[in-house]
């Protein structure tokens, strides 16, 4: 049994003034396996967010239908099998961190020993130990995400919906959002996400599908959807320039170009960050 099978679903929203309409969602038809991840991109305004609304039982598609572990999404018994981040949550800015996720436990029906252990296994996940006291006034973007996500797993759901969940956040809260998500996965939650940060996809994602104008124009594993048949990369560590200069010769005219690797830019943003906290450390201790 799939956790969650869309299929064929069309949405479409009233214009202004009853005028027309935006056809927002298109025949849309995607499944994702219990415990793997799914990444859904696409430029704003694609249908993203409609699908996950769709899911979580926050609205009813025009025509197709969405099964959540075998149940229509909006069966209420779904209620204690999903979690959900929309892209804007709302929070009390006048609780604490751990005020907060006791407040969502209590919604989901913890009560006594279970919400207090719950709550402080929930607050160490997310990274917010030393923070579960101040007050959710004085979190950073990324910390309230993390809130977020801390209370859209409280009730150890079997399905994780993320909606942008690293939206306005910066590179290190972004790096510790996807670890997080990754922990999460190693423990059999399935994880549902739309994200527009295309590399942070491409590292956690199992499959990911591709929305333009409510359409699904691909969809597949990041081997299918990343392998170019028409060229081939060699990667070398450290070769000599005897090597190089027989590789240039085997290849010829078949060489297109030739360049160093790279790294991508947020891995040099936070291996910088990195040495230059490891080198504060050493001053500290020294």
Known sequence: MKAVEIQEIHKTFPGHWGKGGVYAVKGVSLSIPQGGVYGLIGPNGSGKSTIMKALVGLLAPDEGKCTVFGKPAT???????????????YFYKFLTGEE???????LCGLRGAEL???????LELVGLTEAAHRRLGGYSKGMLQRVGLAQALVQKPRLLVLDEPTAGVDPIGSRAIRDIILNIKEQGVTVFLCSHLLEQVQ????????LYRGVMIAEGTMEELTRDN??????????SPELLQQIRALAGDALLAEQPARNSLESVFLRGIQAKLKEQEEKAKS
Not at 100 to 106: L, Q
């Open 230 to 239: 028409s060229r081939t990369e060699l990667t070398l560590r450290n070769p």
């Open 203 to 210: 590292e956690i994602c199992d499959r990911v599908g591709i």
């Open 75 to 89: 069966a209420a018994e779904n209620r204690r099998e999903m979690g959900f981040l929309p892209e804007n949550p």
């Open 116 to 122: 207090k252990a719950r709550t402080q296994e929930l």
């Open 100 to 106: 907060t996720v006791r407040f969502y436990g209590r």
